[in-house]
């Protein structure tokens, strides 16, 4: 399996320079001041390269991947909802009645949920993929949160949702999350690949008081201590304190940058998920767009430290993929604009 992980992160391409420099070069043609589009115009000039084609495609079918998993390091107190919860929201996205699907309907967007590690059983239902690795992940305070094996089958998991969704007609992958205790094993990879200590990384995630927080903060430091993460060996890395929803959204994001298709990252689990995507494959960062910045700090770090800059700041920091998703309509105005504006001198306007 690890075999397969090192093929997916290989079939990677750089995203294509002459393109997005194509993108900036039509820009400065469009019937606008230059420049006047603001953040839009690089973002358009990023999807050029992503798509190696300047104009664009203009992404119509966006779709998120909400990957789901349990923690064991939830037993050291570091959430103050139970386990249970994660199944309880995985059926909420499967009768339609989460956050995530009310913004997805929003914005037009499918959601597939992908059940990579919750401990308790789950109802079958259309929307929900089964590739249970495990029922959850250990301890990441006391011992290695999964195996390698089980890393990159979670990884593999992820990036064959991923291509089955781009099969179905899918041209915008969002990252989506669930799994309670999640921000500790996201905060201990955001501190593991930036190389910040554990209290800048870390955050309140669903809610916690100063006394859970800095429990928090000695949870992941022991983590930090006890698995000597290299950076080197990001499969490692993610598999001594990562959570298998994070190894499986590495996977959709590698595998959207295989098949040149933007992927859009949500929150604190998608940016954790971004960086052992990029030690795998570093040019699969050009694939990336930040959706949002949520409020948790190591999100942040996250994207500073993948050089992506958000593209929202709504102050939300829920997870599912609800901030990605928001995202998804400014990505096909970016690109309509540069496929479907005139030019000066198609509407014969002089130029200032
Ligand atoms: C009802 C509910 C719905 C959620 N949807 C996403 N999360 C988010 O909160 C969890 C992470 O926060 P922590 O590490 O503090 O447990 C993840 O499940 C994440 O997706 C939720 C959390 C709850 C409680
Ligand atoms: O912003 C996020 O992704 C987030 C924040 C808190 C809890 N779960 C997710």
């Known amino acids: 399996m690890e075999e397969r992980v090192r093929e997916l992160a290989r079939a990677v391409r750089p995203p294509d320079g002459a393109a997005a420099g194509a993108a900036r070069e039509r820009h400065r043609r469009l019937i606008k001041p230059p420049g006047s589009l603001g953040a839009l115009e690089e973002l358009g000039a990023r999807l050029a390269a992503m798509a190696g084609e300047c104009p664009p495609p203009v992404p119509e079918h966006p779709a998120v991947v909400v990957a789901a998993g349990d923690h064991g390091v939830l037993a050291r ?9 994660t199944a309880a929201m995985v059926a909420g996205f499967c009768s339609g009645g989460a956050a995530v699907n009310a913004i997805a309907e929003a914005v037009g967007a499918r959601v597939s949920v992908l059940d990579v590690g919750v401990a308790s059983p789950l109802q079958p239902h259309p929307r929900l993929r089964s590739a249970k690795v495990r029922p959850g992940t250990r301890d990441i305070s ?8 089980e890393a990159a089958r979670a990884v593999i998991s992820g990036a064959g949702i991923a291509g089955e969704l781009v099969e179905s007609g899918a ?9 309670i205790g999640n921000t500790t094993p996201a905060a201990a990879l955001v501190a593991a690949f930036t190389g910040r200590p ?3 990384v870390t955050g309140r995630g669903t809610g916690i008081d ?11 430091e022991q983590a930090l201590e006890l698995h000597g993460p290299e950076t080197a060996d990001a499969l490692g890395v993610a598999a001594a304190l990562g959570g298998l929803e994070h190894a499986a959204l590495a996977g959709v994001i590698l595998e959207g940058a295989a098949r040149r298709v933007p992927v859009i990252l949500d929150g604190i689990a998608a940016n954790a998920a971004a960086l052992v995507a990029r030690y795998l494959a570093p040019e699969c960062a050009g694939y990336m767009v930040a959706g949002h910045l949520s409020a948790e700090p190591g999100a942040g770090a996250a994207l500073k430290h993948l050089g992506l800059e958000p593209l929202l700041d709504l102050g939300m920091r829920l997870g599912e993929g609800t901030g990605g998703l928001l995202a998804a309509p400014l990505v096909r105005a ?3 604009v540069l496929a479907r504006m005139d030019t000066f001198e198609s509407a014969g306007i002089a130029e200032g």
């Open 210 to 220: 100063d006394d859970t927080f800095r429990l928090k903060v000695r949870v992941i």
């Open 198 to 200: 554990a209290r800048e």
């Open 171 to 179: 041209d915008l992958l969002v990252t989506g999350d669930m799994g």
């Open 77 to 85: 107190g570091v959430s103050p909802w139970p386990q249970e919860v």
């Open 334 to 336: 970016a690109a309509a």
């Open 142 to 149: 006391r011992e290695a949160a999964m195996s390698r094996e």
